[in-house]
């Protein structure tokens, strides 16, 4: 039930936006949508212009300003449909997918995911309220960070959530805080991370499984914690994490990190620890290009789901464990288009043609942070012909603010409404303030209705924060 876009060539000469929409016959509910490069509901609207969510998206940034996240409801909902029927269908045991929240955290989307069954994951105080906020129940949320303050591992008892320990001092601080609940006849549920030591062949700064990786207990010390947790009235140790990295393609690390993981299990019950959930992270990638070819979201949770099976009968475990996997850019990436309007060009004679967007990389960062590889349409030209390859720049004071190196585009002016794809994870998250400028408003569409779920900061904003000591002001 693989559904691809239709793949043409790069050749420039040969490619409109219209090469990028689904044509696939399958019911939209049963495509993956991390194989798709557009958002499941984008259309070919009788303008020449590309609709998303039924709304034309150069209307939608005539209202809503540029540059516009525009986040595809149904894609969200179906990526989380997906992930909850393929666990019911492929795990006869208990299981819970988690959205991490990190890839994009607001009510909005925690809502969503919520109300489709699935809990979240967050890292900090402000993730947590978001999720409690948004109606996420506190016992589908688990409290991730390599250094939680003493307030985060406060909250997160207060909440009642589950928090995922990362390292010793943490360990030891939840002991004590735990042992001072009202409540302290019963054990405080924890999970406990390791670093699993399996590698994959992503960029490097998001590989996380590795040994030498700042997340997690090094799997030498096993028997240290579990030794200290089996002597710790206060907490009980139900479930055991790992995460091997993001963008992963590959399936072989997938089949291999369940059975270390049973494995770590029989460890912790030798201990007569109470664990029983195994939380394989999340990891799998999406379709930024052509190129990438990632696997569906049901084919992952097949993998990771017969993985666990075999390893627990090899092991003569009577009872499945619970299963826990913590899905985000497979959630969210291909739900959301980024919606710029393109300003200034330049050529440099025979090297390149420069066009630039209002946005850049405070809206966006991968490229700048992990040279991610992004395609874009010109949303008011579907269907006119690709006939450059252009360099999409953004508008920041850094040579290489650079959205798309090589860009197959058909001919553009200022006005023209560039929509990059693919951006739901990990842009607005990670946005920043950089040169000042503030970041873009978020609107979900559904239906032909859109709704804001993050309002345009404003200048204002920025200054609101900024203080002139006096002394500064009588100077002048
Ligand atoms: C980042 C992260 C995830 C989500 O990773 P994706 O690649 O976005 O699916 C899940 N769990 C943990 C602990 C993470 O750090």
């Not at 039924?54 to 516009?68: A, I, K, N, Q, W």
């Not at 012909?385 to 090589?406: L, R, Y």
């Not at 929509?419 to 994870?425: E, F, N, R, S």
């Amino acid at each position: 039930m693989v559904a691809t876009s239709p793949i043409e060539p790069q050749n420039p000469t040969q490619t409109s936006g219209q090469r990028y929409l689904v044509s696939s016959d399958l019911p939209l509910a049963e495509r993956s949508p991390n194989q798709e490069l557009l958002p499941l509901t984008a259309k070919l609207n009788g303008r020449d212009r590309l609709e998303i969510g039924g709304c034309d998206v150069t209307e939608l940034v005539e209202r809503y300003g540029s540059p516009l996240y525009i986040l595809d409801e149904l894609s969200l909902r179906t990526a989380c449909r997906h992930y909850r029927d393929a666990l019911a269908k492929h795990y006869p045991g208990e299981s819970l997918a988690v959205f991490a929240s990190k890839a994009w955290s607001c009510q909005a989307v925690a809502a969503i995911v919520a109300s489709e069954g699935l809990g979240t994951d967050v890292v900090s105080g402000c993730e947590l309220q978001t999720s409690l906020t948004a109606g996420v129940s506190a016992d589908r949320i688990v409290f991730h960070g390599n250094n939680k303050s003493r307030r985060e591992l406060e909250q997160a008892i207060a909440a009642g959530v589950t928090v995922i320990v990362d390292n010793w001092l943490e360990l030891e601080t939840l002991a004590k805080l735990a042992g001072d609940r009202a409540d302290r006849d019963r054990p405080l549920p924890v999970m406990v991370r390791f670093t699993p030591g399996i590698e994959c062949h992503t960029h490097e700064y998001i590989q996380t499984g590795h040994i030498d990786s700042k997340f997690g207990f090094d799997p030498d010390g096993m028997r240290a914690v579990f030794e200290f947790l089996s002597k710790t009235a206060s907490l009980a140790c139900i479930g055991l994490h790992a995460h091997i990295g993001s963008q992963i393609f590959e399936t072989q690390p997938h089949v291999d990190l369940p059975q270390v993981m049973v494995g770590w299990l029989q460890l912790a019950r030798e201990f007569d620890l109470p664990v029983n959930t195994i939380n394989v992270g999340g990891g799998l990638g999406i379709r930024y290009t052509e190129a990438d070819d990632p696997p569906s979201i049901d084919a992952w949770i097949e993998t990771v789901a017969k993985s666990m099976k075999t390893a627990c009968e090899r092991a003569g475990l009577t009872e499945l464990p619970r299963l826990m996997c913590e899905p985000g850019r497979s959630l969210i990436g291909s739900a959301c288009v980024t919606a710029y309007t393109v300003g200034s060009q330049k050529t440099v004679p025979g090297l390149s043609h420069y066009i630039t967007v209002d946005g850049g990389m405070s809206d966006n960062p991968r490229p700048i942070t992990y040279q991610s590889l992004y395609r874009a349409v010109v949303a008011n030209k579907m269907t006119a012909e690709a006939t450059q390859a252009v360099t999409v720049a953004g508008k920041h004071c850094e040579s290489g603010d650079v959205v798309i190196k090589e860009a197959a585009l058909p001919d553009t002016e200022p006005g023209d409404i560039l929509v990059v794809m693919g951006t739901g994870a990990y842009n607005y998250s990670m946005a920043s303030n950089y040169n000042r400028i503030a970041r873009p408003a978020a609107v979900l569409v559904e239906g032909g209705e859109a709704n804001v779920i993050i309002a345009r900061e404003t200048d204002e904003d920025l200054m609101r924060f900024d203080r002139l000591p006096a002394r500064l002001t009588s100077a002048r």
